[in-house]
């Protein structure tokens, strides 16, 4: 059976689309700047459309007359940004997200921070608890009056 002329725009169309949107479109393709790796991520959106009418064969020649279109829209959204120490960050181009994106993007920064503290706060307060510990041995031991 022949192809049918829409059918043929319809692939010609979705071929061009899968060219245009490709895995690499949404994760963008590794900068370095410097021990940094930098990862642009975006945002596809796309539509599509066709229509058309076949009048039948009224002379030899098909009469047939139709059109396909699509529309592509790549809008960067963010960064990836992977030290050298392997950490992770996400650097958001736009804050139209909502309270949760927001505490769930901070979650990374939130935990290196709380551990680097916690590990500090120790460690300062068992230096004051031997002091304190001192003062009271100290303070107990009897006089040479």
Request: without cysteine.
């Amino acid at each position: 059976m022949a192809e049918r002329p829409m059918e043929g725009m319809m692939n010609v169309t979705l071929e061009k689309v899968k060219e245009l949107v490709g895995s690499n479109t949404i994760i963008g393709d590794p900068i370095q700047a410097g021990e940094t790796t930098i990862l642009p991520v975006s945002k596809v959106t796309f539509g599509f459309a066709g229509g058309g009418s076949d009048f039948g064969a009224r002379t030899t020649k098909e009469l047939f007359g139709g059109g396909t279109g699509a529309g592509v829209s790549v809008t960067p959204v963010a960064f990836l940004v992977i030290g050298k120490d392997g950490n992770v960050r996400t650097i958001q181009l736009a804050d139209s997200s909502s309270s949760i994106d927001r505490i769930l993007n901070m979650l990374p920064e939130f935990a290196d921070w709380l551990s680097a503290n916690i590990g500090r706060k120790s460690a300062e307060k068992a230096a004051e608890d031997a002091e304190v510990a001192q003062a009271i041995r100290q303070a107990q031991a009897p006089s040479a009056e």
